[in-house]
């Protein structure tokens, strides 16, 4: 089983607060990754992570931002959270040479 | 087109039936290759992670690459309601830090 851990689960937050989704693992995998996923849809690579003090943006254009001052830690921040960021967040690690493991997800609502 | 192209389904399938599940992709560049499982509101489960072209067997589960016809194939043996779940296929190019998914098969095992 893997080893990376996405808190909170659930989050509902009202509309102009900032918020923080953290992610943890414990396998020492230098890429982390952030994921956007709506119910049924495709998954959108938000933000990824080579190591620490490396970030990139990914495909999708996210009003998020992302810190690696950890190997093990990969948090990502919403300044002022908006309805239309109603989502689930995945976050994922990947080892060497290639298998990338998912965290559990948050599941955000903005009221 | 997209680099990889995987049918959305829904794929209905009675219990105990072989279910096969598929990925074509359009960039030789692609060497490692995984399936993933995802219940709904979950995150993704890895299942299956394969390098060379061939077949590799785990369980009920078989995972068969043809890069020379740059298509991959995911076997499900005496499929249970419990497999129900939304397939996705992932590819790496080597070198690269990111993933390339498939938007996902959803499969459903009727009792």
């Known amino acids: 089983e893997a080893d990376i851990y996405q808190t909170p689960r659930y989050l509902v937050i009202g509309t102009g607060k900032k918020i923080t989704l953290e992610c943890s693992q414990t396998?020492?995998?230098?890429?982390m990754y952030w994921y956007q996923q709506d119910p049924g849809m495709e998954l959108h690579l938000i933000h990824y992570?080579?190591?620490?003090?490396?970030?990139e943006k990914g495909d999708l254009s996210s009003e998020s931002t992302v810190s690696r001052i950890r190997t093990e830690h990969f948090p990502l921040t919403l300044e002022s959270a908006r309805p239309s960021h109603t989502s689930q967040y995945l976050c994922?690690?990947?080892?060497?040479?290639?298998?990338?493991?998912f965290g559990q997800g948050t599941r955000l609502t903005v009221v | 087109q997209k680099e990889v192209e995987q049918d959305p389904g829904p794929l209905s399938v009675p219990e105990g039936a072989i279910v096969s599940l598929n990925c074509t992709y359009s960039?030789?560049?692609?060497?490692?290759f995984m399936w993933y499982r995802q219940y709904s509101r979950k995150g993704p489960e890895l299942l299956m992670y394969?390098?060379?072209?061939g077949n590799k067997e785990d369980g009920r589960f078989t995972a068969q690459v043809d890069k020379s016809s740059k298509y991959i194939s995911l076997f499900i043996r005496d499929s249970q309601p419990s497999d129900s779940a939304t397939y996705l296929c992932?590819?790496?190019?080597?070198?690269?830090?990111?993933?390339?998914f498939g938007k996902g098969t959803m499969l459903l095992v009727s009792p």
């Open positions: 994922a690690s990947r080892g060497q040479p290639a298998e990338a493991f």
């Open positions: 396998m020492g995998h230098d890429k």
């Open positions: 992570s080579y190591g620490v003090n490396s970030t």
């Open positions: 960039n030789s560049a692609f060497q490692y």
């Open positions: 394969t390098y060379s072209s």
């Open positions: 992932a590819m790496i190019i080597p070198g690269y830090s990111t993933l390339t």
